[in-house]
Nanobody, 119 residues
Framework: QVQLVESGGGLVQPGGSLRLSCARS????????MGWYCQAPGKQRELVAS???????EYADSVKGRFTISRDNDKKTLYLQMNSLKPEDTAVYYC?????????????WGQGTQVTVSS
């Protein structure tokens, strides 16, 4: 079974920074794409940033220029560097992986990590 474990969330003041990590284990299948999603109370889960196996990235308009997604394939870890944080960034952040077994493509989610931006 694929396991994704997020870490790095917490409470930070507006303008501060956090670095989220997502460690992957349990599979040697190839990974098509990995991403970070967020879900604020009462809202739907939405894409924050994603990165393809080739390295191309995609960002939500609200985080462009502030967040950077990266991946270390050797460490099987995905990162999200979050700078200039705003109160509206407050949400649970989930790691996602699109996995290709060769026979099928399926997704896996982490358990989420809380990010709270408040003074």
């Amino acid at each position: 079974q694929v396991q994704l474990v997020e870490s790095g969330g917490g409470l930070v003041q507006p303008g501060g920074s956090l670095r989220l990590s997502c460690a992957r284990s349990g599979t040697d299948f190839s990974i098509n794409r990995m991403g970070w999603y967020c879900q604020a109370p009462g809202k739907q889960r939405e894409l924050v940033a994603s990165i393809a196996s080739g390295g191309s990235t995609e960002y939500a308009d609200s985080v462009k220029g502030r967040f950077t997604i990266s991946r270390d394939n050797d460490k099987k870890t995905l990162y999200l560097q979050m700078n200039s944080l705003k109160p509206e960034d407050t949400a649970v952040y989930y790691c996602y992986a699109e996995i290709n077994s060769g026979l099928a493509v399926f997704g896996a989610w982490g358990q989420g990590t809380q990010v709270t931006v408040s003074s």
